[in-house]
């Protein structure tokens, strides 16, 4: 398979030369961005929390296990920073209020999870609810600078660009044969940060919030913002780690998440990336339209950045059609369509794999190196096998770090 990647590659030359320019190899022991990679802890985090996840149940587990004032901490915290990025707290708090009769229609056991970790905390459930928001918060306090881009404005464009690259990251792909997988982008204060749980029906990437990348027993869905060229709800929709979580662990197909997504409204614009144990993947775009939301796979598989793929021509129209200037301006989310959709597409049928997918998601430039202009770049990778049950995230960059295996099965 590797034999297959490299003669794809040799293609890429000059996709990878821009990429390299812009993403230099560096020592992982240097200094970046004044955080020395030596702080960072390259070995996953993991929790294990018995039980059927995010159920009322599975609060009191999770109060436990993480800590009453740890998570009341992180509650505090969040809701600062959303009343600091939104024009009106006190509308804002109320809208998004009015969501959880939504959310108790949705997911009862969500409900009931939302409602007792507040009262654990000791805490309205108002407060606890909002302070899942953050997503909603962007969208509402800075997504009008990224319509900017498409409305002729030369002035704010510069700025419209400053304000959304930094939500701009994240590379998934999934093949249908039940393997799903994804790079997550994001700033080097990331490094080491994210943790893995595992619970009786769930496996996923998040904490006491909800979950970001998750795998059920039958389905497994990776994220990936879309930035720059469509709106979402705010606070009028549903937080995404409670959406994720809710779908990934009732679902039994991708048909089926995709019911319970389109009864949904998305707090912020964001692509699943979604595989099941039956033989689909899509790529949906969960966001304010009445277009049609799914992308289905072809040839066996989808991939997706962070635009709309609609939109290709419009955004290269920006930049003049200039690739490399599009590329750098907008972290790469064309040149990582373009990557990965050949590597995913060259691989032979029958090596479309756990260690095929990792080969990839190690690739420049879908593996996104840091670089002295943006501090911006690949954390952590994930892969899914849904026919085995397990999941694979490594703590850092896929190349300065292993992946480590989680599964259903207790194989870990």
């Keep these: 398979m590797k034999k297959t990647i490299i003669a794809g590659l040799v293609s890429m030359l000059p996709l990878l030369a821009i990429a390299a320019d812009h993403h230099p190899q560096i020592d992982p022991s240097s200094s970046m961005f004044g955080k020395s990679r030596s702080v960072v ?6 929790d294990i ?32 920073t959303i009343e600091n990025a939104v024009p009106d707290f006190s509308d804002f708090k109320k809208r998004a209020s009015k969501q959880l009769p939504v959310l108790k229609e949705f997911d009862a056991d969500m409900y009931g999870y939302v409602a007792s970790m507040a009262e654990g905390l000791g805490i309205a459930i108002e407060d606890f609810w909002v302070s899942l928001y953050m997503d909603a918060a962007w969208t509402e306090g800075a997504q009008g600078l990224a319509q900017a881009l498409w409305g002729g404005d030369e002035a704010l464009r510069n700025e419209a660009i400053q304000s959304t690259q930094s939500r701009g990251g994240c590379t998934t792909a999934a ?41 059920g027993k039958y389905i497994g869905l990776i994220i990936n913002t879309i930035a720059l060229d469509n709106a979402a709800s705010g606070a009028d929709g549903l937080p995404h780690p409670i959406v994720i979580a809710s779908v990934t662990k009732r679902a039994r197909s991708v048909g089926e998440a995709v019911q319970m997504l389109d009864s949904l409204k998305s707090e912020s614009p964001m692509n699943y990336t979604i595989g099941d144990n039956k033989g689909s993947a899509i790529a949906y775009n969960f966001i304010k339209t009445e277009d049609t939301r799914v992308i289905p796979a072809t040839n066996g598989y989808v991939v997706h950045t962070n635009h709309n793929l609609k939109n290709r021509d419009k955004l290269l129209s920006v930049y003049g059609n200039d690739y490399n200037a599009a590329a750098q301006a907008t972290l790469f989310t064309i040149a990582r369509y373009d990557a990965a959709s050949l590597l995913m597409s060259i691989v032979p049928k029958h090596e479309r794999n756990v260690d095929s997918m990792k080969t990839i998601l190690r690739t420049q430039p879908i593996n996104m190196r840091s670089s002295n202009e943006v501090d911006f770049l690949t954390t952590n990778s994930y892969v899914m096998d849904l026919n085995k049950g397990c999941l694979y995230m490594t703590p850092d960059r896929p190349d300065l770090s292993s992946y480590e295996v989680t599964c259903f099965s207790n194989e870990d």
């Design 41 to 46: 802890i390259n070995e996953l985090q993991k």
């Design 49 to 80: 929390i018995p039980g059927s996840a995010f159920t009322a149940e599975y609060a009191a587990a999770m109060l436990e296990i993480k800590g009453k004032a740890s998570i009341l901490e992180a509650v505090k915290h969040e809701i600062q």
């Design 175 to 215: 093949w249908t044969n039940g393997i799903v997988g994804g790079n997550m982008d994001f700033s080097s204060d990331f490094l080491g940060a994210q943790r893995l749980v595992k619970s009786d029906d769930l496996i996923f990437e998040g904490s006491y919030f909800g979950a970001f990348r998750s795998m």
